[in-house]
């Protein structure tokens, strides 16, 4: 059963608190803005008979080489078996490669190959030209405004997860 998701952020007090039509308005903009801009995405997934769950993996992989199949999981918040067709799929179609752990050999350790690092590159483009033309409509106020809604959302716990992808380790 899922956890009603509570923030422990607390508003800025000089800021009015949004009422409910403003966040009805949030969560349908946040879902239509992310299907739209993942759709052209889809397009080339279909070619392949992939979905947007190996683009996930695909795009995380790329994000962190090496990675290990334990941190994908959590980062993905899936099943292991979920996962585990995945990457089933992405290594049948040659996107993907395992090593085991340096010093845990039991540990697998996941890297794109060339032809995956070439389709991860086609895949981010699109986004890449999605997003900038967003933000760049938007203004650069905006960009900082859209992170901080977003970072908001991910419950503190998780959010040196994504940290530790930008660079940002705590």
């Given at each position: 059963m899922a956890v009603p998701f509570s923030s422990t952020v607390e508003?800025?007090?000089?800021?009015?608190l949004p009422?409910?039509?403003?966040?009805?308005?949030g969560v349908e903009l946040l879902y239509f803005?992310?299907?739209?801009?993942?759709?052209?995405?889809?397009?080339k997934l279909t070619d392949y008979g992939l979905g947007r769950a190996h683009h996930r993996a695909l795009y995380f992989i790329a994000r962190?080489?090496?990675?290990?199949?334990?941190?994908?999981?959590?980062?993905?918040?899936?099943?292991?078996?979920?996962?585990?067709?995945v990457l089933n799929d992405l290594s049948a179609h040659g996107l993907i490669e395992s090593r085991p752990g340096s010093t845990d050999r039991r540990q697998k350790?996941?890297?794109?190959t060339e032809k995956g690092v070439k389709f991860e590159a086609t895949l981010f483009d699109i986004l890449y030209k999605g997003?900038?033309?967003?933000?760049?409509?938007?203004?650069?106020?905006?960009?900082?405004?859209?992170w901080q809604v977003l970072e908001?959302?991910?419950?503190?716990?998780?959010?040196p997860m994504v940290e530790l992808l930008q660079g940002r380790a705590l």
């Open positions: 508003p800025d007090s000089s800021a009015s009422n409910e039509d403003d966040v009805r308005r803005g992310y299907t739209r801009l993942t759709r052209s995405v889809d397009d962190q080489p090496d990675l290990s199949v334990s941190d994908l999981l959590r980062i993905l918040a899936i099943t292991k078996q979920s996962l585990g067709r350790l996941l890297s794109l997003m900038t033309s967003a933000y760049t409509s938007a203004g650069g106020g905006a960009v900082e405004g859209f908001r959302l991910i419950p503190e716990a998780e959010r």
